[in-house]
């Protein structure tokens, strides 16, 4: 099922941030450490009641680039412009707004503009007043009434005041969540920041021209399923679009191409992530690298405008290396070499997709998987500490989509990542499990169970 999207929206240093890592119970609204994986952190999942769903900073997505002298030398009107077109592109993609204002500082004119623009909308729409740290600020909150967005939930992001009552209301205001229709059906998202050619490569694995295609960044408006047979396999596929808006695309606003990808991700079996020729792998890139990985879902790397680059017979080898270079966290996952322009290898995509999904639903039976423990643990001995080293005393894959592993060892303490990493090698030595993650969980074990 789709986890419903909640966006905090609002103008510059009203406690956006503050407020995301509150919610989600840790601080990760600005960077978190994940081996292979330094980036930026916009979104993440949160849960109340049973409830989850992924929250979506966007302070981290439209400001944060400027300067501080920028954004305190700018005029009103830009600022304004600047959270206008915020809160739209909120809007567009989310399930939920939460509009976040300031007790401290009071009303602005930018609280009104975006206020009127919510009011347009149909989506739900949350009122925060966030620093009523006090009482007489939790008085000053009423002033917000006069928004139109009902009643203001008075909070202390940094104090956690009243968060608990603000995580009931979003909870009451989510959609309920629908199991996905098709069933056996194989789900593909194309997903990729603006401009690298996702409705070029849907139009060509289609053979028809499907989707409108421009050289505009983000022509495309919404996220669009198509449903296409494919040797005797019904196939939907997931176009994620850039963002399309009038006037000039803003530096800022083509992190956007991470929410838009946030939905599609999570309904896909197996997600195409394409990366520009031209360009090759930008920290756009790994943020939605990095979102396909923690949603444990299949992957292609597809590198589209090939027909762009001046080449030799080196040419591929030396880009799939720096591809697994500037994504190590995904060294197991097949690099494609298109052109969506000229339908230049294009017909190895779908191919190439069966083959992943089929691979994520590969099974190693329980005899043969302790043999490839003991091997493992025979060319390379586990980790000791203080005179005492790691053994296994049973191993057994518990799933499929994706295939999880548990081992059951003496002592939990001493699983290093290293040896996790190196076991989860071992095992692609012996089944390739192209393109898909596998999930390693180790677990204490007394030897007379």
């Not at 119970?25 to 978190?32: D, K, Q």
């Not at 995904?330 to 069966?354: E, M």
Request: no cysteine; aromatic share 6%.
């Amino acid at each position: 099922m789709t986890k419903p999207l909640v966006a905090i929206v609002g103008r510059p240093n009203v406690g956006k941030s503050a407020l995301f890592n509150r919610l989600v119970g840790r601080p990760i609204a600005i960077v978190e450490d994940i081996p292979g994986t330094t980036r930026d952190r916009l979104y993440a999942d949160g849960e109340w009641s049973g409830t989850t769903f992924t929250l979506v900073d966007t302070g981290g997505l439209q400001l944060t680039w400027l300067p501080d002298e920028v954004i305190n030398s700018a005029t009103p009107e830009h600022l304004i412009e600047q959270v206008r077109q915020q809160a739209r592109l909120a809007i567009d993609e989310a399930d939920l707004v939460v509009f976040m204002v300031d007790a401290e500082a009071g009303l602005t004119p930018i609280d009104q503009e975006v206020a009127d623009l919510l009011r347009q909308t149909d989506k739900p729409v949350i009122l925060v007043a966030n620093k009523a740290d006090n009482e007489a600020r939790r008085l000053a909150a009423l002033e917000f009434y006069s928004l139109g967005l009902g009643d203001p939930y008075a909070i202390s992001a940094l104090h956690g005041t009243g968060t608990g009552d603000l995580l009931d209301a979003i909870v009451s205001a989510l959609p309920k969540q629908q199991p996905e229709p098709e069933p056996g059906s194989i789900k593909v998202a194309i997903v990729g920041r603006p401009n690298v050619g996702k409705s070029s490569l849907l139009n060509a694995l289609l053979g028809e021209e499907r989707a409108i295609v421009s050289e505009i960044p983000g022509t495309t408006r919404d996220a669009i399923d198509t449903v296409m047979e494919w040797e005797g396999q019904r196939i939907v596929l997931i176009d994620t679009a850039g963002i399309r808006r009038r006037g000039r695309i803003e530096r800022g606003i083509e992190k956007y191409s991470v929410i838009r990808s946030l939905k599609a991700i999570s309904r896909a079996d197996v997600a195409l992530l394409l990366l520009d020729a031209t360009d090759m792998v930008t920290a756009q890139d790994a943020h939605i690298a990095g979102y396909i990985l923690e949603e444990n879902k299949s992957v292609i790397v597809i590198v589209n405008k090939w027909d762009l680059i001046e080449k030799d017979t080196q040419t591929m080898v030396e880009f799939t290396e720096r591809i697994r270079s500037e994504l190590k966290f995904l060294d197991y996952v097949p690099v494609a070499f298109i052109s969506a322009k000229t339908r230049k290898r294009v017909n190895t995509v779908l191919p190439t997709t069966l083959k992943v999904r089929e691979q994520r639903f590969q099974r190693i039976g329980t005899s043969e998987l302790n043999q490839i423990v003991q091997d493992a643990v025979s060319k390379h001995a586990p980790p000791s500490k203080a005179g005492k080293r790691l053994k296994f005393l049973y191993a057994t894959q518990v799933s499929v989509d994706p295939p999880t592993f548990v081992f059951f060892v003496n002592d939990l303490r001493l699983v290093h990542f290293s040896y996790e990493r190196y076991l989860e090698n071992q095992l692609r030595e012996r089944h390739e499990f192209l393109g898909t993650p596998l999930k390693l969980y180790f677990r204490n074990r007394d030897r007379d169970e």
